[in-house]
C-alpha cells in the first residue's frame, strides 16, 4: 500500500503532528530554566515518554501504510514496537500522576502510599511483558495490529483509569492555591488524557490518542513549565506567586515547615536605577548564595528586598535556624560586587512557624506586612512572630485599603505650616504637610498611612498630588504677595529613583508658572550620595532647574559631620527631637549649638523644629537658626486658614 486518499493514512498525518507537537514543547522546555528542579524533572520524563509514544507510533503507522517499510521491516520488530508504544501510553498516565503530585507539593511519605500508587502501573507493564511469552493478554494479527483479549484488555484500561479519580481528588483538594488560569490548565491536561483513552477504543486509533497528549503537554510548557511566574528572572529566584503557592499548598496539607526571611535593607534603592544587567548581577550572587542554605535548594524573591528560604519539618526554634542565620550574618559581613565595586548590605533576619504561628496565607502575608515595618527597629538576631504586636494587623489591613482609594475619594488634603523668620520678622516659607481623613476612622497620622503608601505603591500618586496642590496656591493666591517666598514639600525616596522625576516636576511647575525658586524639597538623612544613579541624576537634574534641597529631620538619621558639606542641600531643618533635647539638659543644648555652628560654617541655612514655647524661640533664635518653625508660631492649617494666617501676621 502507498500513500494515498485511505482514511487510515491520516494516522500518519496525526503521528506526525503529535510528534512535531512534542518536539516543539521538548525545544521550549530545554530552552527555559524552571525554578522547581523536582517538577522540571518530571515534566522532563513526561516528554522524553511522548517521544518514545510519538515515535514507536509512527513508525507502526509507516510499517502499515507504506509497502517499502513494510517489506523491508519484520512483523516480529513491528510487534516489539508496538508493545514498546503502550507501554509508553500506560507509563503517562502514571508520570501524569506525579507530575500533579509534584505541582501540589505532595510527598508519598510512606512505602505503601507509593506503593499503591505504583500498583496499576506496574500491572501494565506486566500485562505488556508477558505477551511476549503467552497469549492470554493480547495478540497480534497478520497485519501486525494488536488485539485485546477480553475481558483481559478491559483490566488494564480500568487499571489506567484508575488514576484519574485520583487526579480529581488532588484538584478539588488543592486548585484553590492556584490561579483562574492554571486550574484550567490542570483541568484541560486531564479532560484531553481522559477523553484520548476512549478515542483510541472507538476509533482503534493510537494516533488519536497520541496528538491528545502531545496537545496535553504543550499546554503545560505554557502554564506550568513557563517561568515568567514562578521564576524570577533577574534575581534567578522563585517569585511571590511562587511562594504563596508553596505556603498555600503546604498549610492545606498540614504540614510543619518554617520559613527564614531575609529583608536586605534599602535593596531597592541600592539597585533603583542600574541597568537590568547589574541588578541580575547582584541578586544572582545573593540567590546563588542563599540557595546553598536551602535544603531543597529552593529560594524565593519577592521585590521588597526579601529573600526567603522554606526549611520542611523544622519549626523556628531548631538549632539548624540557628545555624542558617549565624551563616548568613557572616556573609554579609563581606562585600558583594555591583558593578565591578564592592558594596556593603545590611540583612535582618526573621522566622515564621507553620501552622503553629500562622495557619493560613492572607495572615501569612499580613505577618510578613507587620515584619517589613518592626524589623529595622529589632535589636535581636532574629526577629520572631512573638516579637511582634499583631493586634495592628487588621487596622493596617483598614489603612491599606483607605490609602488605596484616597485620591478617588479625595481623602486628602494638603495643609500648610508657615516658617518664621526672624531677621525679616515675618514668615517667609512653609511646609506644605498631607493630611488624610476617613470619614469613619477620622484623621490619619501621615507616620501611619505613609509607609503603608510606599508598599502599596500609591506614593507616587500621593506625591504628586501634593506638588500640584502647592503650585496650584501659590499660583491661584495672594500667598507670594503676601511674603511666601517658597514652600518645602517632601520628596520620598520612593520618588527619588523614578527615572521620569525631573520632567513630571518641571511639567507640573510649568502648568502653573511656579518658578523654580518657589519650589525647595525636603529629603531624609537616609538619602546618601552615589547609593543609586537614578536619584543622584534627578537630584542633579532638578538642582540645575534651580529648585533647592533641605535636609529633613537632620540629626536623627546616617549624617555624620564630613558628610554634610557633601550633601546636595542648602537648608538643614534640625529634627525637634534635637530641639526638644537642647531644652533638658546642658549636654544636648551644647550639642545643638555645635551643629548650628557647623552648618553655619558651610555657609548653609538652619530651621529649627518643633519649637513650642516663647523661650526655646528666643533661645533658638540667639544660636543663630535661620528659621523657626512650630507650634508656638503656627501650627498646619488648611489652605485657606493658612492664607488668612499670613493676610493678618505679615504686614
Known sequence: MVFGNDPYNYNIYFSIASLLIILVAFIINASEETYDNRQKQLFGFIIADALVLNCAG???NLWLYIDVINSSVSIEL???????????????????????????????????KRAILFIPQVYALLFFVCGFVSDF???????GELHYNFPQGLSVGIGLWIYFPFAFYLFFMYARTMSTEKQVSIAVYFLLMFIAVPVRFLTRSTSMFEFGVSLAILLCVYTFQNPSEFADSVSGAGTRNALDFIVGNNLIQKKMFTVFGIYIERLNVITGGQSMETVSELLGQITAYLRQMSQDGNIFFTDDGNFLLIFPNIDPDDQMIEKVAEQIRKRFKESWIMNDQEIKLFQHPYVIGFPDEIDTLDKFNEVRGVINKAILHHNKDV???????LKHVEHDKKIDSIVKRALEDGLLEVYYQPIYNPEAGKFISCEALL??????LGFISPAVFMPVAERNGKVIEIDSFVLDSVCKMLAESDAVAHGIEYVEVNLSVVDCIQANLADNVCRTMN?????PAQINFEITETFEEGISSAMDENIQALISKGINFSMDDFGTGYSNIARIGTLPVNLFKLDKSIVQSAFESETSYMVMINMVKIIKSLGKKIVAEGVETEEQAKQIIRVGCDNIQGFFYARPMPRNQFLEFLRNNNH
Not at 137 to 143: K, L
Request: proline letters at 2%; hydrophobic letters at 50%; charged letters at 20%.
Open 58 to 60: 509512527l513508525f507502526h
Open 137 to 143: 493478554f493480547y495478540v497480534f494479527n497478520e497485519q
Open 511 to 515: 502648568k502653573y508658572g511656579i518658578e
Open 383 to 389: 526577629l520572631r512572630v512573638s516579637d511582634l504586636n
Open 435 to 440: 493630611r488624610l481623613r476617613d470619614p469613619h
Open 78 to 112: 513491528n510487534n516489539a514496537i508496538v508493545v514498546l508504544e503502550k507501554l509508553a501510553a500506560y507509563t503517562m498516565a502514571y508520570l501524569s500522576m506525579l507530575y500533579m503530585m509534584a505541582i501540589y507539593r505532595i510527598e508519598m511519605d510512606t512505602l505503601w
